[in-house]
């Protein structure tokens, strides 16, 4: 019996089109999905008679073999990058959210919502990342109580994983100290936004971390004035205070143990009249004396906290951002101090002193 094989180098007819679909349709009503996705997956479209399915199958569990089908885009060659082939110094997520274990100065355990920013370095011959990496490397860690040494655990997992040179891991949290009132003996809650931030850049590993310092701002000249009017003609007056903010961000200097508390105790006793949590009127009457003791021009802040960080042997490099949001004039008096390369930069991110704004 002779077989005659049509020959595989000529153009097919629409009649043999139309029987191979009807061959390929009959054949996969009878096989399981997963072994018809192994077959080729674009043809699922067509396996289904034209038309995408609506159902959504539950029970279905890809193998090794499909994930092995499965595009991956992203991490294409780089015949795929769109745009010049140039390096990206950050590429990563932000504001990836989970719950996390801290620990606080007098040994107490905390959970607190953190919202975590992760980058790495993407050389220029790289299509992109997969970006669900960094994620994961947090939830592998998520269980431990956060110090820089586990933040650079998760830093090392996925700097291995994804294959990069540099790498950064950014926490933003909201931290909790009960307060004292000044007279009264009332307490309350204050929060304060900290960062905490580790840098792997060239080799070379940074702790920096960063502090929202919320205080009350009393203008010196604005009091003397006050007070000229009240000596010289009995004239009622009051100066201008304000509600001012100070962002310290600091490089913790080698193996050194700098507690968030003893930072916040740092920029207090650099500017005592922070703002306050409960108060009576004996409260009130304080913090206005208190205020009138440490009258402060955005200068003197940025200096005073200058003083401060360069008294802690735990500090190396730091800079001060520091904003007093005048109730006098219709806009804000600013200063930037910075000691050491790590922060020092000529150019100043355009939204940096609104991002000072105490949202309360």
Known sequence: MTIHTPAIDRDPARSEAEAALALLRRWAEQTPADEVATLDPALGVVLAGGALRRDYPAGFRPDAAYKATLPDLQNGPSSLIRGARATIQHVGISNFRLPLHYRTRDGGPVMLETSV??????????????????????YTHAERQFSFGVIEAVLDDYRRDLDSFDARIQMRL????????LRSGLS????YDIALELVDQGGVRKRLVHLDYVYSSTC????ELSEHARATRGQLATPHAQRSVARLSVEVAGDATLWFEDL????????PTETQVMVKREDEQAFAELNAANPI?????????????REDGRIGDF???ASHQESLHS???VSVLTEGPTFASSSLDPHLFASLIHRG
Not at 220 to 223: A, T, V
């Open 117 to 138: 920013t992760g980058t790495v370095s993407l050389e220029a011959e790289k299509k992109g990342i997969n970006m669900s990496r960094i994620m994961r490397s947090f």
């Open 174 to 181: 909201s931290w909790p100290m009960r307060m004292e009132s």
């Open 188 to 191: 309350g809650w204050q929060y």
């Open 220 to 223: 010196p000249c604005s009091l």
């Open 264 to 271: 916040i105790d740092l920029a207090r006793r650099a500017i």
């Open 297 to 309: 021009f955005v200068e003197d802040a940025a200096r005073s906290f200058c003083a401060a960080l």
């Open 319 to 321: 800079r001060v951002v």
């Open 331 to 333: 806009h804000d008096a």
